[in-house]
């Protein structure tokens, strides 16, 4: 069964950093994109970051200084670091990979920023 895992969210205080894991398992292939989404209460869900196997990453504006995607091919495995995180950072965050864009997606995992 195809899946994406993700893990490490949590509640952080504004300042703070954690870092997001997401392991492809199963019969999941041709993932050269691979990438972090967010949806918060009330909003459409918003690209964070992506990366391609090649290492070609793309962020939000939003998130450029402080957020840093990366991968381990390897693996599977594309990784979320997120520094000076900020009470607008809260949402739930979604793993997905595909080919050229999100085809596979995680359950999720919530990243609370307190003030």
């Known amino acids: 069964q195809a899946q994406l895992v993700e893990s490490g969210g949590g509640l952080v205080q504004a300042g703070g950093s954690l870092r997001l894991s997401c392991a492809a398992s199963?019969?999941?292939?041709?993932?050269?994109?691979m990438g972090w989404y967010r949806q918060a209460p009330g909003k459409q869900r918003e690209l964070v970051a992506q990366?391609?196997?090649?290492?070609?990453?793309n962020y939000a504006d939003s998130v450029k200084g402080r957020i840093t995607i990366s991968r381990d091919n390897a693996k599977k495995t594309v990784y979320l670091q997120m520094n000076s995180l900020k009470p607008e950072d809260t949402a739930v965050y979604y793993c997905?990979?595909?080919?050229?864009?999100?085809?596979?997606w995680g359950q999720g995992t919530q990243v609370t920023v307190s003030s």
């Open positions: 997905a990979a595909g080919p050229t864009g999100p085809f596979y």
């Open positions: 199963g019969s999941i292939i041709m993932i050269n994109v």
């Open positions: 990366i391609t196997s090649g290492g070609i990453t």
